[in-house]
């Protein structure tokens, strides 16, 4: 990259069913990653925080709460990839000299409408031939599992493990949402959502908010390489002989990160994977090139790569539009070797986020300055 | 038409509006892909044959 833009600190809310609303939960995350610093640029990543809370014109509400009206405040959308989008945004900025400091947020609050409702606002992401039908995103993610069971890419229990891998390190985060431990029985016993995935496959609806402050030149954690791809909106509009098993758009935008980087998917040392569905997990290991084909269920089994150790989103928890700068804080976190518990060895993270379901993915590369 | 069964899924927890139980699958007829309502008997099979018809209300596969 021509800037040297750096992660300076960083901050994040639990993840969870909160009584907090979401100014208060930006907030929070924003003052954490904020310290005595002033911004001068706001860019907030939230999927739909006027259909699950009412508010709208959230950058500048956000700005207003924070004290900081006067500069410059957007909000991006590309659903529940909406914080990394932010997170690129708030790069670019610098990279433009357009700012010298940016506080990127990423906030939703999923909780404070009814299951039904919300679940109604989520299905805005998907195709109105598949809203029509009743094709959840959920049913769509089972749709990929069933192909992807049928060619062998993996085993019922491949898929299973992912959550297990998902709570497990769940566990040992104190701000996360699901940390109480599962195994593959309780996955492969939970209810059925759509055949084959079940509850225990999917991650949860939250509330959350995570922030990082973005700089040029100061800072321990250095961004390497953006990539950027999106994709058809509705899964029968793909082609490609892996186009209900795979997202070209991730294998784009990782293509497009690594090569900015000068990185091989082997230099990758932690990875931030979006685990939205098991099967999602699976394949995106995979679309990253961070296993060989057909090799996913290895890497959720610890036999590869290290990935998603705060939970992912499946236990950390999946308020949307927080979930891209989420990632980003764990990874400051195992790079700057504060992540206690959940830490590895680390000078080389990648964050991968999905907006839909593989249409709008965006993959960050950050390392160790 | 002749179509090809790509994949399918059974609705347990649909969106409100919809029955439990729906099978829906996405076929493949003529070089282009379809979802359709499966009334066929028994489960799709994947890869296996269907008969893709035009309704009213959308496309229903058996």
């Known amino acids: 990259?021509?800037?040297?833009?750096?992660?300076?600190?960083?901050?994040?809310?639990?993840?969870?069913?909160?009584?907090?609303?979401?100014?208060?939960?930006?907030?929070?995350?924003?003052?954490?990653?904020?310290?005595?610093?002033?911004?001068?640029?706001?860019?907030?990543?939230?999927?739909?925080?006027?259909?699950?809370?009412?508010?709208?014109?959230?950058?500048?509400?956000?700005a207003d709460r924070l004290g900081l009206s006067g500069i410059p405040a957007s909000r991006l959308e590309s659903g529940p990839s909406s914080g990394a989008a932010a997170l690129q945004a708030g790069i670019l900025a610098l990279e433009a000299g357009r700012a010298e400091r940016v506080l990127v947020v990423g906030c939703e609050k999923m909780t404070a409408l009814a299951h039904?409702?919300?679940?109604?606002?989520?299905?805005?992401?998907?195709?109105?031939?598949?809203?029509?039908?009743?094709?959840?995103?959920?049913?769509?993610?089972?749709?990929?599992?069933?192909?992807?069971?049928?060619?062998?890419?993996?085993?019922?229990?491949?898929?299973?493990?992912?959550?297990?891998?998902?709570?497990?390190?769940?566990?040992?985060?104190?701000?996360?949402?699901?940390?109480?431990?599962?195994?593959?029985?309780?996955?492969?016993?939970?209810?059925?959502?759509?055949?084959?995935?079940?509850?225990?496959?999917?991650?949860?609806?939250?509330?959350g908010a995570a922030a990082v402050l973005l700089t040029k030149g100061h800072g321990p954690v250095r961004v390497r390489g953006l990539g950027h791809a999106t994709d058809r909106l509705a899964l029968a509009d793909r082609r490609g002989a892996h186009a209900l098993t795979s997202?070209?758009?991730?294998?784009?935008?990782?293509?497009?990160?690594?090569?900015?980087?000068?990185?091989?998917?082997?230099?990758?040392?932690?990875?931030?994977?979006?685990?939205?569905?098991?099967?999602?997990?699976?394949?995106?290991?995979?679309?990253?090139?961070?296993?060989?084909?057909?090799?996913?269920?290895?890497?959720?089994?610890?036999?590869?790569?290290?990935?998603?150790?705060?939970?992912?989103?499946?236990?950390?928890?999946?308020?949307?539009?927080?979930?891209?700068?989420?990632?980003?804080?764990?990874?400051f976190e195992q790079?700057?070797?504060?992540?206690?518990?959940?830490?590895?060895?680390a000078r080389r993270a990648l964050l991968h986020s999905i907006g839909g379901l593989g249409n709008n993915v965006l993959v960050t590369l950050l390392e160790a300055a | 038409m002749e179509a090809k069964v790509l994949t399918w899924t059974r609705l347990e927890r649909p969106p409100a509006g919809f029955q439990p139980g729906r099978v829906l699958v996405l076929v493949e007829a003529a070089g282009e892909r379809h979802y359709a309502l499966w009334e066929g008997q028994g489960e799709p099979r994947l890869d296996g044959p269907a008969t893709l018809e035009r309704r009213a209300a959308g496309w229903v596969a058996r």
């Not at chain 1, 089994?301 to 236990?315: S, T």
């Not at chain 1, 790079?335 to 060895?345: D, E, I, K, M, N």
């Open chain 1, 335 to 345: 790079l700057t070797g504060a992540a206690g518990a959940r830490q590895v060895q």
């Open chain 1, 247 to 331: 997202f070209a758009a991730s294998k784009a935008a990782a293509a497009m990160a690594y090569r900015e980087a000068g990185w091989q998917p082997r230099d990758v040392q932690y990875a931030e994977v979006h685990d939205a569905f098991s099967i999602v997990a699976l394949c995106s290991v995979e679309d990253l090139g961070l296993c060989e084909p057909g090799k996913g269920g290895a890497v959720w089994r610890e036999e590869g790569v290290p990935v998603n150790r705060g939970g992912g989103l499946k236990a950390r928890g999946h308020p949307v539009g927080a979930t891209g700068v989420a990632q980003a804080v764990e990874a």
């Open chain 1, 116 to 207: 039904e409702d919300a679940t109604r606002a989520v299905a805005t992401l998907t195709a109105p031939q598949e809203r029509a039908l009743g094709l959840s995103m959920p049913a769509l993610g089972a749709m990929m599992a069933r192909r992807a069971l049928h060619e062998g890419k993996c085993s019922r229990e491949d898929l299973a493990q992912a959550s297990v891998h998902a709570h497990k390190w769940a566990g040992k985060h104190p701000r996360a949402h699901l940390p109480k431990p599962v195994t593959v029985a309780d996955v492969l016993a939970s209810p059925v959502v759509a055949d084959p995935l079940r509850v225990l496959d999917i991650a949860p609806m939250s509330d």
């Open chain 1, 1 to 62: 990259m021509a800037t040297d833009v750096r992660i300076a600190s960083v901050g994040m809310t639990r993840f969870g069913k909160l009584e907090a609303g979401l100014l208060d939960l930006a907030s929070e995350a924003a003052q954490q990653a904020l310290g005595n610093v002033k911004p001068d640029r706001l860019v907030v990543g939230s999927m739909a925080p006027e259909a699950f809370t009412g508010q709208g014109n959230l950058a500048a509400a956000l």
